[in-house]
């Protein structure tokens, strides 16, 4: 199913990730690419839920789905912190923990699948609770501005980055926790 409605979306979520990039350097005022960004951020994100979605309701999940929206999702979130980075809205060591850790909890699912513990490295309630910090902290941090007339979303933003920061810290200790006695019997 490589090309079914939700691998298509998801497909095209990987495909618009540079307009986010790209629109900094738009010759458009700074509040209207903020909040250019910050739309199709949503919009993105948005996809991520609806191919999901659609997938089960049409009966058409797939392994390689399976694969390709988690990889879509972290695209989308590590562009976004390079962008924010970039713009001075994120520290550096905020980018760093979350894009390492998905690095390494990539490279540790793609090794407990090779020895057949993939299960114990399975998403959990933690890592959810992670992502959706993150979607939350990201478009507050692209739209930098208030909403509302009292929102400082700035603020909101970095707060919820360095509590998505923490949350990516730990989810990262309590996957190599449950994956640690698997990798030990399958070193003997």
Known sequence: ??????????????????????IFDVPLDLETKNTIATVLFILFAITDWLDGYLARRLNQTSAFGAFLDPVADKFLV???????VDLGRVDVIVALLIIGREIAISSLREWMALIG???SVAVNLLGKLK???????????????????????GIWGTVLIWLAAFL???SMFYYLKKAVPHIRAAMK
């Open 131 to 153: 992502t959706t910090f993150q979607m939350v902290a990201i478009p507050f941090l692209l739209f930098d501005g208030t909403l509302w007339g009292w929102l400082d979303t």
């Open 1 to 22: 199913m490589f090309f079914s409605i939700p691998n298509i979306m998801t497909w095209t979520r990987i495909a618009a990730i540079p307009f986010i990039v790209f």
């Open 78 to 84: 590590c562009a976004s912190l390079l962008v924010l």
């Open 168 to 170: 990516t810290i730990w």
């Open 117 to 119: 513990a993939a299960k």
